[in-house]
Nanobody
Framework: VQLQAFGGGLVQAGGSLRLSCSAS????????MGWFRRAPGKEREFVAA????????TYGDSVKGRFTISKDSAMNTVYLQMNSLKPEDTATYYC???????????????WGQGTQVTVSS
């Protein structure tokens, strides 16, 4: 399966963006879809993940209450709704697939190409 993320852009602080990640093949119920981000000069950081079978979710501490991960099973697409954006949310955002629920990037075995999000102050 290949993943393609899109929807990034430039937004002012306090604004919103919705990222999408489409899979080229079916995402199975056993799979986990996640979002990570990498800011310039920093390591890749876990943002959110969703269990495909139950839609249960988990979030990184820095985005809790502001970001929401969701899915469209019929479209094999996962979304990341980002509200109340802050300049520190500026990063390249990546979607990824894992076989078990995890916040560790090493547990994700398929990655999309990334989409840039820039939040201006």
């Amino acid at each position: 399966v290949q993943l393609q993320a899109f929807g990034g852009g430039l937004v002012q602080a306090g604004g919103s963006l919705r990222l999408s990640c489409s899979a080229s093949a079916r995402i199975y119920s056993s799979h986990i879809m996640g979002w990570f981000r990498r800011a310039p000069g920093k390591e890749r950081e876990f943002v959110a993940a969703i269990r495909w079978s139950t839609a249960s979710t988990t979030y990184g501490d820095s985005v809790k209450g502001r970001f929401t991960i969701s899915k469209d099973s019929a479209m094999n697409t996962v979304y990341l709704q980002m509200n109340s954006l802050k300049p520190e949310d500026t990063a390249t955002y990546y979607c990824a697939k894992a076989n078990s629920l995890s916040t560790r990037e090493g547990d994700y075995n398929v990655w999309g190409q990334g989409t840039q999000v820039t939040v201006s102050s």
